[in-house]
T-cell receptor, first 113, second 114 residues
Framework: DQQVKQNSPSLSVQEGRISILNCDYT??????FLWYKKYPAEGPTFLIS?????DKNEDGRFTVFLNKSAKHLSLHIVPSQPGDSAVYFC????????????FGTGTSLTVIP | ETGVTQSPTHLIKTRGQQVTLRCSSQ?????VSWYQQALGQGPQFIFQ???????GRGNFPPRFSGLQFPNYSSELNVNALELDDSALYLC?????????????FGSGTQLSVL
């Protein structure tokens, strides 16, 4: 049972434009969410996180939005750069005693120069 | 600061064999998790070790086992390998036992079972 879903396997965006990557979850106990970026032959690299007590978190060009009522989060990248081309995973965990992260299947972002 | 390192990077085994994968956690991290990433899928949680004790396990059979050592490095052992065990195995470390700390991943071990 996939508790974290990324329904768009791929996304193409022009350089300089906004990239919006979406993620949905089913478990209402999830309270901590992260986005990771993965290049081929490398491990996932942490990008940005958000706690359920917030609805927005920004870090430079990256902003994550959380809509708890819709069980939906999104990652906005502005402006998009060719180096952002990678696979992006969202992940979620439940509570301070939870010990695992649940990952989505990833969205492959291509930023076209 | 040394990041998470995994060895070997690639491995080819035949069905029925046993394999051991190794991981050195990032400096200052006492919690290590192992994830399996099949082709086209997201990472799936195998188990987690905190201060040398397993403190969480995903939906994987007992032939997947692990260890954590006093220096917080870790091993993943898989017995009786099956074709479906072919995947990228990722080790991740973090501070503390709670999950509101981000994971730092190694580059993974690509296991192929023939």
């Amino acid at each position: 049972d996939q508790q974290v879903k990324q329904n768009s396997p791929s996304l193409s965006v022009q350089e300089g434009r906004i990239s919006i990557l979406n993620c949905d979850y089913t478990n209402s106990m999830f309270d901590y969410f992260l986005w990771y970026k993965k290049y081929p032959a490398e491990g996932p690299t942490f990008l940005i996180s958000i706690s359920s007590i917030k609805d927005k978190n920004e870090d430079g060009r990256f902003t994550v939005f959380l809509n708890k009522s819709a069980k939906h989060l999104s990652l906005h990248i502005v402006p998009s750069q060719p180096g952002d081309s990678a696979v992006y995973f969202c992940a979620a965990s439940a509570g301070p005693t939870g010990n695992q992260f649940y990952f989505g299947t990833g969205t492959s972002l291509t930023v076209i120069p | 600061e040394t990041g998470v390192t995994q060895s070997p990077t690639h491995l080819i085994k035949t069905r029925g064999q046993q394999v051991t994968l190794r991981c050195s956690s990032q400096s200052g991290h006492n919690t290590v998790s192992w994830y399996q990433q099949a082709l086209g899928q997201g990472p799936q949680f195998i188990f987690q070790y905190y201060r040398e004790e397993e403190n969480g396990r995903g939906n994987f059979p007992p032939r997947f086992s692990g260890l954590q050592f006093p220096n917080y490095s870790s091993e993943l052992n898989v017995n009786a390998l099956e074709l479906d065990d072919s995947a990228l195995y990722l080790c991740a470390s973090r501070r503390g036992g709670a999950t509101n700390e981000k994971l730092f991943f190694g580059s993974g071990t690509q296991l192929s079972v023939l």
